[in-house]
């Protein structure tokens, strides 16, 4: 089934976002699935009673709401594409809500689903690709939050390996760098130029050709977005916070103190770090029922 204007609507995705070509093939697959299904008019003509007719029938299909949120998202962007193109003057997808969850999605990740993150970004050799793993495996390391992320200057690596970070209320703290996040820091290093060529020393370490000179949150959380789909995860679960709320757990659950935690995240109350351990409690759980000799009884 054709799409119109798909072509054009993935060398954007290609060429002003850096997606992958999983990514890439990814949204193709769900965009021609919409077509297919709407097959009554064009998928650029779709209306919203149509759209709400596709994804419903997904739903009976018995396809996961991740899978129906996935390809809602698809759309999204598609006719966002469209509309900012002057394809049309609308936006079908906009009065639309997405598929109810069942449960409540879990609010971290595995280090396995970590571990896949990562995997996916190494696996494209270029600079966005190495500007991808660049972000993630700093991240996953430090606990950073986006906006502090987004704001680090090039200086803010320090030979020893550590990063200096000025958080809220202008408080700087000192982070350490393991050997992954520090070698992907170096790997991307000789390309950070080229992402604001007409800027002379830019003193961001991710520089972009936005207004702000820099990478936005939300740039960040897109490329995060693609990245998920790519490794195999819903995207709904990916996201800058949760890669923060990742650091934080998998500290806890592998015997971190907590206080060390609330440093290392810039928490200035020990109350805001104690919503991560749940996993402590997890931990603590698992280590009764495995080793209390009357734990058969409980």
Do not use: C
Not at 25 to 35: H, I, Q
Not at 67 to 95: I, M, V
């Amino acid at each position: 089934m054709t799409v119109p204007h798909l072509d054009a609507f993935l060398e954007m995705l290609a060429a002003e976002r850096g997606a992958a070509q999983n990514t890439l093939a990814a949204y193709r697959r769900d965009l021609v699935d919409a077509a297919a299904s709407l097959a009554a008019k064009p998928l650029d003509a779709a209306r919203p009673d149509g759209l709400n007719r596709y994804l419903a029938g997904l739903a009976a299909s018995g396809l996961s709401r991740a899978t129906s949120a996935r390809r809602l998202s698809a759309l999204r962007q598609y006719f966002q594409f469209l509309l900012n193109e002057g394809l049309r003057n609308d936006d079908p997808t906009a009065a639309i809500d997405g598929p109810k969850p069942g449960r409540a999605l879990p609010k971290h990740l595995s280090e396995a689903e970590v571990e896949a993150l990562l995997d996916a970004a190494n696996q494209a050799d270029d600079r966005h690709g190495r500007r991808l793993l660049a972000i993630v495996e700093m991240l996953y390391a430090t606990g950073l939050r986006v906006s502090e992320l987004a704001a680090l200057p090039a200086t803010a690596l320090k030979a020893e390996g550590a990063l200096i970070v000025t958080g809220k209320g202008g408080k700087d703290r000192l982070l350490p760098l393991g050997g992954a996040a520090v070698r992907a820091l170096n790997a991307y290093a000789p390309d950070r130029a080229s992402f604001a060529p007409k800027v002379k020393d830019s003193r961001w370490l991710f520089p972009s050709t936005g207004k702000e000179g820099r990478l936005s949150r939300r740039r960040i959380g897109q490329m995060l977005d693609d990245l998920a789909i790519k490794a195999g995860i819903d995207p709904a679960r990916v996201s800058p916070h949760v890669l923060r709320h990742a650091f934080a757990t998998h500290l806890l659950a592998n015997g971190a103190d907590i206080r060390t935690v609330q440093e290392l995240l810039g928490h200035a109350d020990l109350s805001t770090t104690e919503i991560y351990t749940h996993v402590l409690d997890e931990r603590l759980k698992a280590l009764v029922l495995e080793k209390h000799p009357l734990a058969g009884g409980l």
